[in-house]
């Protein structure tokens, strides 16, 4: 018998505001000419743990303790400020906008996820929790200088103010065009 796995993950969706959208749309323009894969508006998300291809028979499992970790947690603000890259200036690999919770609901729940999903055999989270959105996957610069002088210009910009009000399990399937998202359980945060 085949066993059948989804690829998930838990997430917070992102929406993005009309100031985030000019300057996604400011960064598009001026790297066109570059092999840089980027996400679409409608899948932008903060990923609080990747769980990869996942047997479909322990899913309503951890939608159960997914529930029970975040249940007492109350809904935050977040904030995505400023624009940075994963890798070094002369071979950047990921670009990514900045995310802030002056509240540390977002590293409680992180910590919170990553220490139950051990119980399913899943690693626990070894690297530093490095809140972020990503924009697009840098595949080839041509010229690194229109780069630079971007992440510069929006180094410190804050571009939108976002409550959290619900964490979401997600399952992704990839096609040639790009993953295609797909809500698998929403868990709502308690009121304040």
């Not at 690693?123 to 510069?152: A, M, V, W, Y």
Request: glycine fraction near 6%; proline fraction near 4%; charge should be positive.
């Amino acid at each position: 018998m085949q066993t059948i796995n989804k690829r998930i993950f838990i997430a917070i969706d992102i929406a993005g505001s009309v100031s985030l959208k000019a300057m996604i749309r400011n960064f598009r323009r001026t790297l066109a000419g570059d092999s840089i894969k980027w996400v679409e508006d409608d899948n932008f998300h903060l990923t609080l743990y990747f769980l990869g291809e996942t047997n479909i028979k322990i899913i309503n499992n951890l939608i159960t303790d997914i529930s029970r970790e975040i249940g007492n947690i109350s809904k935050f603000s977040i904030s995505l400020q400023g624009v940075g890259i994963f890798g070094n200036i002369n071979n950047p690999k990921v670009l990514w906008i900045g995310i802030k919770d002056k509240s540390g609901n977002l590293k409680t729940i992180q910590q919170k996820l990553s220490k139950m999903l051990v119980n399913y055999g899943f690693p626990e989270d070894q690297q530093k929790f490095s809140p972020h959105l990503t924009l697009g996957r840098i595949r080839n610069i041509k010229d690194i200088s229109p780069l630079k002088n971007l992440i510069e210009q929006y180094r410190d910009v804050p571009f939108q103010e976002l409550k959290v009000s619900k964490i979401v399990l997600h399952e992704s399937k990839l096609t040639h065009s790009g993953p295609i998202y797909s809500t698998i359980k929403e868990f709502p945060l308690s009121q304040e």
